[in-house]
């Protein structure tokens, strides 16, 4: 099916452990996405990447890197997993030269560090 | 002031009732974005909309760029519409970004 596959969906880490959240969409967009999701509070990008070859940063990116592998797929790496970074991760996509396309998301990696 | 505003922030309704969520933004966003989150926690798109109206079965979206204001509605509520909705603004330059608001906790009861 056509979408945004996103592995694993579930992780626990301990404190100082490194892990790499895997996203890749097989809609030939454009443009992907990195966000994570905390309680009473929105989502908040973490990392993008407009097109395939550039990277930027978003409103949280401190503790994260990310790299676009090629146009599919869009990884997420924690170095040194911290508490804070307990969280529901989500990968987005959508094409872009246009503001009226929609997003599709995964369906989300749910990750605690004890 | 947050860049993206909805209210209310939970809402309880009887199956049937026609419902609305709102949404404010701030200057710099050029149009506004609908998602839906089920309980399992998967985001579904709804509507992308700049300007005037789109609808889609029982739902309505509206936006009214001169106050900066848009409006989801839901007529003939049903329980399974039970869900998250969420606004998020699009920006401008941005990359195609967008900023969520906080989610409206939808619980509809038969």
């Known amino acids: 099916n056509a979408g945004v596959t996103q592995t694993p969906k579930f992780q626990v880490l301990k404190t100082g452990q490194s892990m790499t959240l895997q996203c890749a969409q097989d809609?030939?967009?454009?443009?992907m996405y990195w966000y994570r999701q905390d309680p009473g509070m929105g989502l908040r990008l973490i990392y993008y990447?407009?097109?395939?070859?550039?990277?930027d940063k978003g409103e949280v990116p401190n503790g994260y890197n990310v790299s676009r592998l090629n146009k599919r797929e869009f990884s997420l790496r924690l170095e040194s997993a911290a508490p804070s970074q307990t969280s529901v991760y989500f990968c987005?996509?959508?094409?872009?030269?246009?503001?009226?396309?929609?997003?599709?998301f995964g369906s989300g990696t749910r990750l605690t560090v004890v | 002031k947050n860049e993206v505003e909805q209210s209310p922030q939970n809402l309880t309704a009887q199956e049937g009732e026609f419902i609305t969520i709102n949404c404010s933004y701030s200057?710099?966003?050029?149009?506004l974005h609908w998602l839906q989150q089920h309980p399992g926690g998967g985001i579904v798109s709804l509507f992308m909309?700049?300007?005037g109206k789109k609808k889609h079965g029982r739902l309505i979206a509206t936006i009214n760029i001169q106050e900066k204001h848009s409006s989801l509605h839901i007529t003939a509520s049903h329980p399974r519409d039970s869900a998250v909705y969420i606004c998020?603004?699009?920006?401008?330059?941005?990359?195609?970004?967008?900023?969520f608001g906080e989610g409206t906790q939808l619980t509809v009861n038969p």
């Open positions: 998020a603004g699009l920006w401008e330059t941005s990359g195609s970004r967008l900023t």
């Open positions: 909309l700049s300007s």
């Open positions: 987005a996509s959508t094409r872009t030269g246009t503001n009226l396309y929609g997003y599709t």
């Open positions: 990447s407009a097109s395939e070859g550039t990277t």
């Open positions: 200057v710099g966003i050029s149009a």
């Open positions: 809609m030939n967009h454009n443009s």
